[in-house]
């Protein structure tokens, strides 16, 4: 992705020379997609890993079939969590042993919101932003009911100074790195410091940032992040969460959940809870064994990949969609709403439209899966692991092509579920 290219080259050529570059290629063959589709929605639901199927028929076939209840020893069940938890861990820039991965991202978030604030027992405030996901507001609001907390809403670039004004009432702030509809990226280094210098803590939903770009939990200091299995990391519908809670909080981190796995001797059965050492504290109950280990090999798509080199990818495939967008698209109506500028944007690119619905169904219907947000926005996710820049050229031309010849129904029926 290195070659200058002579301003006069067409979308075609331009897309043509940067895939010719791409020295990440190969890793497409690293997943299962359907020969004629060009899939944009891997942010929210990751495609097949090339490598689960045969992990997942040897879970079953073979640990589960023949092993039986042993497998929970001699396949390493029980100690999957943590094994797993490692592994999403370490595309996270976590070392090992404060990563944990089993329940879904919405239980990981109210263990996580309800012992970050228990750790700031004396402020009365939980700050979320206003636009984050709803799951994680509802739970900010459960979480303060439960706590006689109060919870403000302050946009990320509001969050220094309202945390400069206030910050010393503030006990937790929850915020993701990517905005899920525009996809802007925040800066989680200037956001985590401003917590500290007020004394409150940093919480962070990697959902769209764990798998699309590098980060660094431990570098930055942050206090507790959660993140799903499934979207950039493509463990499959439903796929395990991951907790990650920083090893300085562990002996005093409470969790709202004290399942018995989480117990220090958990066959022992004993009548109270005392918490396991370390991260094990946060595991909840029997952990979903054939999910957990399709994450684990679906994370091995990621093996060698240096993620600097995936982000370098990821924004020259978002940019240059945006220049298609610049060039097929704004004259046609649509305005992307995802910053321009590179270190401002996540691995999505977002384009509003009135007819936001019924281009994301036509489009799909000539092959380009991506989706839509109510109640205007086409998103694009953009997984470099197996993303083309013909294939992004591919979506814009589609869209253009619908969009001239109006061929598409304007308002269909809602969409069925999407997560
Ligand atoms: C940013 C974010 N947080 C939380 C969730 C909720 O995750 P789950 O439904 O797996 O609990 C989602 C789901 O899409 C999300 O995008």
Redesign the pocket.
Known sequence: MTTTLPATATLHEQAARLDADDTLADLRARFVLPPDVVYLDGN?LGPLPAAVPAALDAVVRRQWATGLIGSWNAAGWWEAPLRVGDAVGRLIGAAQGQTIAGD????Q?FTALDAAAALRPDRPLLVTDPG??P??RYLADAVARRRDLEVLHVRPEDLPDLLAADGERVAVVSY?PVD?RTGELYDMRTLTRAAHDAGALALW?L??AAGALPLDVDGLGVDLA?G?G??FLSGGP?AP?FLYVARRHHTRLETPLPGWTGHTDPFALADSYTPAPGIARARIGTPPILSLLALEAALTAFDGVDLARLRTKSLSLTGFFLRCAGELLTPLGFTPVTPAEPGRRGSQVTLRHAHARGLAVALAEVGVIADMRAPDLLRFGVNALYTSHQDMLAAATRLRDLTEKADYDPSPPTQGPV?
């Open positions: 929210s879904s991202t919405s239980v978030l984050h996901f799951t994680d993701s899920y939903d959902c769209h959660v799903c499934y979207k439903g969460a997560t």
